[in-house]
């Protein structure tokens, strides 16, 4: 069966063709990097104009990549949630229109499902397993006990990690994209040079929650408190110390969710999932077996948005025209306290 995953939520313009769930024939990803470059962040408004003019074209770009022709295609997998509206509205309704023109079905797809999905495309991946999706608006610890059996652990509480690296950066101009230029950056400075403050929810109903504005703020406001006087305050400095922060405190609460389930495999997705500290500390987890998507399948990408929507159309569940885009609502729920 071969999908075409169109993933349009944000500024990447993905397009993706994937068969049989498993097999990625071609995955285009067009980013828009220079365009938000002078704004230090997503412009929504130059997003989604950039994304009309691309999607055709990447479309077109994928299909010929995989050596196949439209007409070729059992079905179609985009994204409809969550992510900016102007965007998603992109994919989705050219999804809708090709879908129509060549009467064949189309799946919309909560794209935080796919991101924790990516990993399954390489790896073959048994349940259960603690799942912890680190994107740029979500933080969201979960126990997957089967493909559509996913119950939330916990959740950020206010930022997600993400958008703290992103705020980081954009406050102090190191650039954009904000993740990825910390993550180069650390490998310069010294994580000990701040000693930020780390949340304390362990007293609250949700054990399993982390939180983000905190440390933003003490980033952002509180530099000279947290500075140690050993160290140069650098550009690096900060950004070692931060992300040192921000990691440490999403292992706390994966260590802790694996002990208490007692599941020692986790899964993880999303873009902060690149992170080479990241990566590292969740490699010094001992006797865990850790699965993550490689570097391209860890940010926005069609083929992890056609891996799952395959699925659903081997099901025979499909979406309608009616099916609109949708700026957060996520299908994950939270059953643990
Ligand atoms: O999953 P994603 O592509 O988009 C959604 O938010 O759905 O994630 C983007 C986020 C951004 O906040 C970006 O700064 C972060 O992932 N990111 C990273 C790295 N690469 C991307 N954060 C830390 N280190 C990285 N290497
Ligand atoms: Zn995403």
Redesign the pocket.
Known sequence: MLVLGIES??D?CSVAVVEDGKKILSNIIATQIDMHKPFNGVVPEIASRTHTEWIYPVVEESLSKAGIVKEDLDGIAVTNR??LVGSLLVGLSFAKGLSWSLGIPFIAVD??RA?LYAPHLEYHIEYPYVGLL?????TIISKVSGFDDIDVMGTTIDD????A??KV?KYYNFGY????I???MAEKGNPKAFQFPKPNLHKGDHTYDVSYSGLKTAVINQLDQFHNKEFEKTPENIAASF?KTAIDILIKRLKKAMNDTGIKRVVC??????????RKAVKAIHEIEAYYPS?EL???NGAMIAAIGYHYLKNEIFSDLHTNAMARVSSFRRKYP
């Open positions: 939520s944000c990447d969550p992510g794209h935080i991101h680190v994107s740029g608006g979500h997600a990690c993400g958008e690296f992103d950066a994209p904000g993740g990825v910390i993550d180069k992300q997705g999303g873009g902060v999932t690149a992170n080479t500290y990241f570097l860890c940010t926005d």
